[in-house]
């Protein structure tokens, strides 16, 4: 009896106990799915933008909002990478930018390849992008007022009015040559080519203005025209061409020699690098981004080696340096002290070759250029090292040294150190001015072949003058800061700004790796600066940002 109530007992206490654990079970499962619910609605797309913005603690008009510490806009920079972004509307074409977007194009290229930023995944539309750069270029900080430029503040100008009795001598009548228009070209801006009009619209500060109407039909030339000769270019370490065109235009050119996923050989000196064709044109769009409007406008062209350069060039050291590979593809290498060899040939596909077009400037005869020895020159030697890569102190004596000691030399020579930090070109050795404007003008930001070599590395010694002179213009600053944000992101603008050239629809110019150093170099830059200014209220030395907006903080109306 008592052995049966024993068993009745434990047989009672083990379906309690499963009953238990099947309670908690059921308990546990049903928590869990509660706790996936949101407890809020998903919010729409612009509550969710004005909810990221509120946290950066940004206001994207106004020039008060962006004036704060770096420090801090960092941190939260940083920790908003990943803000989602709204942007609505399809982009035709860019204002002042040149190449239209077709509508038409594959959805292949309107997504952007996949990539990893911050350990996540991510695939940007197009469209986005594109307006994006859109609503950069109408921001206030790329649309500051100026005062009227004064005549002697332009590079060339023309007569306004002309003498009947001097009418022949002040047109350009051109029959002579074979292969070039027929143009007659008078004082009227509408009788003049883009090319022409180009270069009367460089100024003491900048080679075109920010809406240049003029940069449609002047890149549509570059793409598109005719070339009518095609010769060497005396001097340089590379090959390098002078196109012609019917109506008297000239561009560089500069032929594709490396693949774009080609990354530069780590045991080769910078001064050993090739020369590639698409940092030429990246660095135009990346130079126009920044806000300085001083590399010549470039533009990717597929040219037939044969019809365009073989067959109407008037070198005869060109022309004897043409041979058809093994595998049919008609190839050259020209003269250069660098890569001009059979073994170092350029060869089209099998007649079709990617190269640059870049919109050549005056003739050194008509306007005069002065060449400037970069103060931050490396030695260009496999054992020695330059003096400012010795001495911690070395830029308090540029500061004394003409022209550097006075006027926006220094701060323009930060604005060129940032354009070369950023796409990785080390090969800065000399700069050029325009002797007409003399030391108070811009700097030419010319020959970024050497660019956008390696995207896995970043060098810092790039850097360096901003690092010891901790000097920076103020509007440079601020533009810099407005492309840390998300919805200017700079890899995101400079990725929609280079699908507008022609040679997009072959491949990306750049591709994703590079984009994103991009993102990653401008927080260094930033870092910098905020560095200098925690030195700077600690030794109480010179100010970091030299203040070129004063005047128009009464000009713009912060938002908010």
């Known amino acids: 009896m008592m052995w049966r109530m024993r068993r009745r007992s434990r047989t009672i206490c083990l379906s309690l106990a499963f009953v238990t654990i099947f309670l908690h079970l059921l308990l546990a499962l049903v928590s869990l799915s509660i706790y996936h619910q949101p407890c809020d609605p998903p919010l729409p797309p612009r509550t969710q933008n004005l909810r990221d913005l509120a946290l950066t603690n940004y206001i994207s008009v106004g020039i008060s909002s962006l004036a704060e510490s770096p420090t801090d806009t960092t941190q939260r920079d940083s920790s908003n990478l990943d803000a989602k972004k709204d942007a609505k509307g399809h982009v035709q074409t860019l204002p002042g930018k040149g190449l239209s977007v077709k509508e038409n194009k594959k959805a292949s290229m309107n997504m952007t390849v996949s990539y990893f930023r911050d350990g996540a995944s991510k695939a940007e539309p197009l469209e986005f992008g594109l307006s994006k750069l859109v609503a950069l270029f109408e921001h206030p900080l790329y649309n500051m007022p100026s005062p009227p430029i004064p005549e002697e503040d332009w590079l060339l100008k023309v007569k306004p009015k002309v003498k009947a009795r001097e009418k022949s001598s002040q047109m350009w009548v051109s029959a002579s040559q074979e292969g070039y228009e027929d143009v007659q070209w008078n004082s009227s801006i509408n009788s003049h080519p883009p090319w022409l009009r180009f270069h009367l619209s460089i100024s003491r500060w900048q080679l075109y203005p920010h809406h240049d109407p003029n940069m449609e039909p002047l890149t549509q030339q570059l793409a598109t025209h005719r070339i009518v000769s095609a010769v060497q270019k005396s001097g340089g370490t590379q090959l390098k061409l002078v196109m012609s065109f019917p109506n008297y235009g000239q561009a560089m050119f500069k032929p594709m020699k490396q693949e774009r996923d080609e990354e530069t050989n780590y045991n080769l000196y910078y001064f050993s690098d090739f020369e590639r064709h698409n940092a030429e044109i990246a660095a135009f769009h990346l130079d126009r981004i920044l806000g300085y409007r001083r590399v010549p406008p470039a533009v990717g062209r597929l040219v037939d080696v044969v019809k365009e350069i073989k067959d109407v060039t008037i070198d005869r050291k060109l022309a004897r340096t043409f041979f058809t590979s093994p595998v049919g593809s008609v190839c050259f290498y020209g003269q250069c002290s660098y890569y001009c060899s059979t073994e170092h040939a350029v060869c089209g596909r099998p007649r079709a070759l990617e190269a640059s077009l870049a919109v050549m400037l005056p003739d050194l005869s008509l306007v005069a250029r002065r060449s400037w020895r970069s103060p931050w020159r490396r030695s260009y030697s496999r054992s020695k090292l330059a003096k400012w890569e010795t001495e911690p102190d070395y830029c308090s004596t540029i500061k004394k040294t003409p022209p550097y000691d006075k006027g926006t ?29 003399g030391n108070n003008t811009f700097l030419l930001h010319l020959d970024n072949g050497r660019a956008f070599g390696r995207h896995s590395k970043d060098e810092p010694s790039i850097l360096a003058p901003l690092k010891q002179c901790c000097r920076i213009r103020q509007s440079t600053w601020l533009r810099l800061r407005l492309l840390s944000l998300p919805q200017y992101r700079l890899s995101d603008v400079m990725r929609a700004s280079l699908s507008q050239d022609p040679l997009h629809s072959v491949a990306p110019l750049l591709l994703e790796p590079h984009l994103a150093a991009l993102d990653r170099r401008l927080k260094t830059v930033l870092q910098t600066v905020s560095r200098c200014q925690k030195r700077q209220s600690k030794d109480s030395g010179d100010e970091v940002i030299y203040d070129d907006v004063a005047y128009l903080k009464d000009l713009v109306t912060p938002a908010g």
Request: hydrophobic share 50%.
């Open 409 to 437: 030399r220094l701060v323009d020579f930060i604005d060129l150190v940032i354009l070369d930090f950023l796409m990785s070109n080390m090969d800065r050795h000399h700069y050029e001015t325009f002797e007409k404007f």
